[in-house]
């Protein structure tokens, strides 16, 4: 055996030092770059196989079944997000044969408090894939103060910690689309910058094009360094309240019928389901260009809340109302329970003030402020919450006369 280097075929007086083998020698320069090469294989391998197992995603009846444990009702839109997000990966995972599957964005209408951004975190806490919240409020058009749309695509880059290629297969949710609706038809002297100016540069972003992204999000400027991301297989859903669009669907439903006594055989729709019958023209009426809504193909809409649904989501899902404040006042070694009367009467002040879902929160907080208060220091084994002192609670708290102004 001559006394070098198999490998790099350096002699012992080159090298720190030879190793000898059996039938030959390797110098530990090579050993080392062989370690090195060792490890850069693993974690390749390592990121396929975390890449397949976040691309397993459940079937679209147990993405709903696990909506359902948060989530009140609104069984069409679940089922509607369900299939958008089970077909997106499946395109993901699609051979690449002579049949392209386009995605599918989703627009969700609905009025607020009904459970969009609440679709929208579930969601999110099943993936293991990229999912980003972000809000078109803060969008203009480049040149003016506010954020360039790109800006959107900062926090799915941020969930991936900025891996480009993971950000790609990702999922965005817009949340107030309505808010960039086009403000008027007529001519302006002054520039719509957070309205159809933004659904334009949007265009570019939900179709499918490489875009430049600021690392830090806000604007861009010359000699920053940018990110091209992809956004051809980026799943984009947009959210909404649309308030006021039940105008534009029933001027459009009752113009469907035209004659002399045929409106006798319309039976009256009921004036709290008109959502139910929202479609593409109605967002374009309400300000929408057509070339956005064409982008997105699946449109569907959040029903308002009734009276049995806002009871359930005070006591029924895993986050809810009910079971924080017991949680809570478990830690503090007492057992909270609830009357029925206390329940109704919450219920009814969040119908009366039109406050949704969301509003059964503030309510809750306003009324249990004391309890929580007096509660650590009192050393009571148990507190019942009763309809009296949820209203003595209340009117204490001129809940009433703040929020006269919602309820009209």
Known sequence: ??????????????????????????????????????????????????????????????????????????????????????????????????????????????????????????????????????DATVLT????????????????????????????????????????????????????????????????????????????????????????????????????????????IALRLNTHVVGYGSGKHITKMDQERLMHFVAPQDLRAYGLIPEIIGRLPVVTNLEPLDREALKRILTEPKNAIVKQYTKLLEMDGVKFEIDEEALDYVVDKAIEYKLGARGLRSLFETIMVDVMYEVPTAHDDVYRLTRDFAKQQLDKSNFDLLNSGRAK
């Open 1 to 134: 055996m001559r006394n070098h280097c198999a490998f790099c075929q350096r002699s012992a007086n080159e090298v720190p030092l030879l190793i000898p083998g059996p039938e030959a020698y390797i110098c530990s320069d090579c050993v080392e770059r062989a370690h090195e090469i060792l490890n850069e294989y693993s974690k390749s391998a390592a990121a396929e196989d975390k890449q397949r197992e976040q691309i397993e995603l459940p079937k679209p009846q147990e993405i709903k079944a696990y909506l359902d444990e948060y989530v009140i009702g609104q069984e069409e839109a679940k089922k509607f997000l369900s299939v958008a997000v089970y077909n997106h990966y499946k395109r993901l995972n699609q051979n690449k044969d002579d049949i392209d599957i386009e995605k599918s964005n989703v627009i969700i209408v609905g009025p607020t408090g009904t459970g969009k951004t609440l679709l929208a975190k579930t969601i999110a806490r099943l993936l293991k894939m990229p999912f980003a919240i972000v």
């Open 141 to 248: 058009e480049a040149g003016y103060v506010g954020e360039d749309i790109e800006s959107l695509l900062v926090r799915l880059l941020a969930a991936c910690d900025y891996d480009v290629k993971e950000a790609e297969r990702g999922i965005v949710f817009i949340d107030e689309i309505d808010k960039i609706a086009r403000k008027s038809d007529n001519p302006s002297i002054t520039r719509d910058v957070s309205g159809e100016g933004v659904q334009q540069g949007l265009l570019k972003l939900l179709e499918g094009s490489v875009v430049n992204v600021p690392p830090q999000g806000g604007r861009k400027h010359p000699e920053q360094r940018m990110i091209a991301v992809d956004t051809k297989n980026i799943l984009f859903i947009c959210g909404g309240a649309f308030e006021g669009i039940e105008r534009k």
